[in-house]
């Protein structure tokens, strides 16, 4: 199965900016991005941001106002771009999209963000 591809983490200094892409490692039918997830060690993965079913957003409070995401489904494409990052921001973040119609995760990439 196809599964989804992050690219764009790396090193950055607090107030820095990322831009995380995430496509389908391979040729597929369909491919929809439906949100972003992040894990920081020692902890659970939670919800970055999330597409609804009626299109529009949802974020977790502690992004709201820096992180957006936004995807172009024609493109086979998502995106998640993180303002004003925090050293808490550092984590492997995770691309969550439905390939195929299938649910698939990606393998995440990661995000350090120094103070």
């Known amino acids: 199965q196809v599964q989804p591809v992050e690219s764009g983490g790396g090193l950055v200094q607090a107030g820095g900016s990322l831009r995380l892409s995430c496509a389908p490692s391979g040729n597929v039918v369909s491919f929809s991005g439906m949100g972003w997830y992040r894990q920081a060690p020692g902890k659970q993965r939670e919800l970055v941001g999330a597409?609804?079913?009626?299109?529009?957003?949802n974020y977790a409070d502690s992004v709201k106002g820096r992180f957006t995401i936004s995807r172009n489904t024609p493109q086979k494409m998502m995106w998640l771009q993180m303002n004003s990052l925090k050293p808490e921001d550092t984590a492997v973040y995770y691309c969550y999209a439905k390939t195929n119609g299938f649910d698939s995760w990606g393998q995440g990439t990661q995000v350090t963000v120094s103070s």
């Open positions: 597409f609804t079913s009626a299109g529009t957003t």
